[in-house]
Structures are given as structure tokens and as C-alpha cells.
């Protein structure tokens, strides 16, 4: 069982900045994958970012949405994985959820493949 709580989100105007923080607990492995995905009202959820591990390596992965602007990071001491979120835009609007997956090494964008999920911080970008 792994317990995933995120929190840093607020409002903020387009091109600004913020950080979000997840935290695991559990009986989480830093060989998880970890991943963020994101919900806008009246639209579906969509894959924002991950990490996966391979061949003793972490890799970072962002959607092309977000490529250039998002920064993902995992600090495996603290068990806290964050997003840190520049140049924001309108579009970036929604709720923005943490998730865990045992194995996810190719389907890190799928949120089928992930086991955990927090319950989501709210993230605002005025125009």
C-alpha cells in the first residue's frame, strides 16, 4: 500500500511559477515509477510528466505540452516527488494528480498502468 499526497497548488498568472510536491508513504519502492497527470473541467485526465527507472537509471518523461516548461524531479531520501511548473499558461489550468506504478517503464503516459493515486492539488492560471 503507498499513500500519495500532493499539495503547492494555487493561483497564479499566466507566465508565472509553482511547485508541486508529492508525498509518498507505504510500502513504496524508490524503483517506482511516479508520474503526474493533470484534469481540466469537462475534459479528460492527461499524462503531464513521469519518472521511470531502468538499468540502475532514472529517465524523465513530459508530454509535449509541457516539454521546456515543466521540470520533474524525485528526492528518494525525503520519498517526495515534485513538478516544478514555469511559464504557465491559461491552458495549464486543472487539477494535477501524483500517481505510483510498480511497473511502468513503457506505459508511464497510461494512467491505466498506475496503482496509486493521490487525491490532486487545484492549479489556476489567469489570463
Known amino acids: 500500500q503507498v499513500q500519495l499526497v500532493e499539495s503547492g497548488g494555487g493561483l497564479v498568472q499566466a507566465g508565472g511559477s509553482l511547485r508541486l510536491s508529492c508525498a509518498a508513504s507505504?510500502?513504496?519502492?524508490?524503483?517506482?515509477?511516479m508520474g503526474w497527470f493533470r484534469q481540466a473541467p469537462g475534459k479528460e485526465r492527461e499524462f503531464v510528466s513521469a519518472i521511470t527507472w531502468s538499468g540502475n537509471t532514472y529517465y524523465i518523461h513530459y508530454a509535449d505540452s509541457v516539454k521546456g516548461r515543466f521540470t520533474m524531479s524525485r528526492d528518494n531520501v525525503k520519498d517526495m516527488v515534485y513538478l516544478q511548473m514555469n511559464s504557465l499558461k491559461p491552458e495549464d489550468t486543472a487539477v494535477y494528480f501524483c500517481?505510483?506504478?510498480?511497473?511502468?517503464?513503457?506505459?508511464?503516459?497510461?494512467?491505466?498502468?498506475?496503482?496509486?493515486w493521490g487525491q490532486g492539488t487545484q492549479v489556476t492560471v489567469s489570463s
Open positions: 507505504g510500502r513504496s519502492r524508490s524503483t517506482y515509477t
Open positions: 500517481a505510483a506504478a510498480r511497473y511502468g517503464n513503457y506505459g508511464y503516459h497510461d494512467e491505466k498502468e498506475y496503482n496509486y
